[in-house]
């Protein structure tokens, strides 16, 4: 034990003024420093991965009868747009919704036609700003849409609203 009560397993001799102590001091920063920048790697490749894992195709695309197709809006007439929650994708988040001969199916191809789009889009690694930036990226300024969100989505939905203030035509 130390002068503070604490076990080291260090000899005695390693003490302040010996230069054992200051290579001990050195090497244990240099590992905490190291270990430290290691594990924020690891973390950052990991978030990055399963984002990967969860969304492999990112971007804005049109609702198809069978598949997303990357599309962009025309600003001619209103639009439907789906933003999805964490872990998840348009697929979970709408999947149900979206059934053909389904009563939201029904009342949205009523109201909307073909004019439902969708932002596939990383949830972990990627902020609901950058997420926001990138929907305002493939629409047209004068664009007018209604958006039905889940979750971490309605953070984007919340950003997009406040685009132009109160004239934005969400």
Do not use: W
Not at 58 to 76: C, D, I, M, Y
């Amino acid at each position: 034990r130390n002068r503070d009560g604490v076990v080291e397993l260090v000899p005695a001799v390693a003490d302040e003024r010996s230069g054992l102590s200051l290579i001990l001091k050195v090497v244990r920063f240099v590992a905490l420093k190291i270990g430290g920048e290691l594990l924020a790697r690891l973390r950052e490749l990991t978030v990055r991965e399963l984002d990967q894992k969860l969304c492999a195709n990112p971007g804005f695309f049109q609702v198809g009868a069978t598949a997303l197709e990357l599309v962009t809006p025309s600003s001619r007439k209103p639009f439907l747009l789906l933003l999805h929650g964490t872990f998840s994708s348009t697929e979970g988040s709408f999947g149900a919704m979206l059934e053909r001969g389904s009563n939201a199916h029904a009342e949205i191809a009523k109201k909307y036609g073909g004019a439902v789009f969708t932002l596939e889009h990383y949830t972990l690694s990627v902020s609901p700003v950058r997420n926001a930036i990138d929907v305002l990226e493939q629409l047209p300024e004068s664009a007018v849409f209604d958006i039905l969100s889940h979750s971490r989505g309605g953070l984007v939905g919340e950003l997009l609203g406040m685009r132009d203030g109160a004239d934005a035509g969400i």
